[in-house]
Each structure stands twice: as structure tokens, then as C-alpha cells.
């Protein structure tokens, strides 16, 4: 069983939000799960152009460190994301991995992994961040098993039980990976996630041959 968490802070060391997810870790790693951690601000990812061209080869022609990250991801039985609120949203470090990721949404790549999220905040919006960040799993094809956000500006001591509920966190997300849980309501979210991108991949497959040939290939549920 393996867990990756995804740190979109560019603060290194200081990220609180890291404090959340490496909680999360140590829970899933108490629970049997092998871990692995990545600061993607300590890597080299360039903003999406809209090209299309994973769409056709199933390949980025940008030469940076996305490869090596999604790589990461698709060997994982579950990924955890974790993002500051920045203006209301994630940190423009992770939205850039998270928008290189178009072709993994038309595929459904994360079909059978599961997810949780984590998010800090100083003022407001960590629950919303989290959220985001859920949905977004969700919308690649996982299952997710819960969120933990923190508004840490009116009291910076909130990251001791927050830390507490995200190692929590931790072992039940390693619970489900072992035990193939199943979420009715998600499931009938990912069977009309798979119909309508099956359709829009068919609608276009004299152009994006290879998330046809991905489709073609797999079977209907």
C-alpha cells in the first residue's frame, strides 16, 4: 500500500499545511501503508498552454519535472493534497501540477486510488480549500475519504488538534485503500464522470487518438 501526500506550500520547513500532511503520513504509516512526500515548490513544473497534445500522445512536450511527479501519482494507492488558501483557492505551485492533469481527467486515471486533503488558512477558507482539493480528486477518478482545514490566524495553537485529527485522518485513508471501502455515493459520481468522458473522448477521436485508444481498450462497467 502505498500513500504520496503533495505539499503545494512554498514555505518549505515553515509550511504549517506540510505539518498537516506529514500527520496524515504518519498515521497511514502506523496503519502499514509506505509513504512518500513531495514539496512541489522544490520542482519545476510550467504552466499549461492548452496545446492538446496529451491529448493525441499521451505526452507533455514540455521538458520539467511534471513527468517524474505524475509518475509518483499513478504508482500510488492514494495521494494526499495539501495547499494553503491562497485568495481563496490552492497555491498557484499546486494549481499548476493540477492543471497540467487534463489528459488524466479524460482517462480517469485515478480510478481505484482514494484521497483526502488538508489546508490551512490565517483568515478564512481552509474548509473550502480542502474541498477543492477533494473535488479534484474526485473529478480524476478517486475515492476520498475525508478533509482536514484549519484557520490558524486567531489562534495559532488550532494546529496541535488539527494535527491530531490529521493523523487520524491517516489511518482511516489506509483503512480504505485495505479494505477496497466503497462509497455508494461517489460510485454513482465516477460511473457519470467515466460515461461523460468516454463521450467526449469518442466525440473527438479522430484528434485526441490517444484517449480513444485508452478508452477503446478498456471495458465498460
Known amino acids: 500500500m502505498r500513500i504520496l501526500g ?11 499545511t506540510r505539518r498537516l500532511l506529514e500527520a496524515v503520513l504518519q498515521g497511514a504509516a ?27 500522445t499521451g505526452e507533455c512536450p514540455k521538458s520539467d519535472d511534471f513527468a517524474a511527479v505524475y509518475e509518483k501519482m ?38 481505484g486510488k482514494y484521497g483526502c486533503a488538508v489546508s490551512t488558512a490565517g483568515g478564512s477558507g481552509a474548509d473550502e480549500v480542502a474541498a477543492y ?11 476520498t475519504v475525508g478533509a482536514v482545514g484549519v484557520v490558524l490566524g486567531p489562534d495559532p495553537d488550532a494546529l496541535f488538534p488539527a494535527e491530531e485529527q ?13 479494505e477496497g471501502r466503497r462509497y455508494p455515493d461517489q460510485e454513482a459520481f465516477h460511473q457519470g464522470m467515466e460515461e461523460r468522458m468516454r463521450f467526449l473522448v469518442e466525440a473527438h477521436k479522430d484528434e485526441w487518438t490517444h484517449e480513444y485508444d485508452t478508452w477503446a481498450a478498456r471495458p465498460k462497467a
Open 6 to 16: 503533495i505539499n503545494g506550500s512554498p514555505r518549505g520547513a515553515a509550511s504549517r
Open 30 to 56: 502506523a496503519a502499514g501503508a509506505e509513504t512518500g512526500y513531495i514539496d512541489i515548490a522544490d520542482h519545476e513544473i510550467r504552466p499549461c498552454t492548452g496545446c492538446t497534445l496529451c491529448y493525441r
Open 74 to 111: 499513478l504508482a500510488a494507492d492514494a495521494i494526499v493534497l495539501g495547499s494553503p488558501n491562497y485568495i481563496d483557492n490552492v497555491s498557484a505551485q499546486l494549481k499548476l501540477l493540477l492543471d497540467r492533469m487534463a489528459d488524466a481527467i479524460h482517462c480517469q486515471r485515478f480510478a
Open 133 to 143: 482539493l477533494n473535488q479534484t480528486l474526485r473529478v480524476l477518478g478517486a475515492t
Open 166 to 178: 490529521a493523523y487520524r485522518l491517516g489511518t482511516d485513508l489506509a483503512a480504505a485503500v485495505r
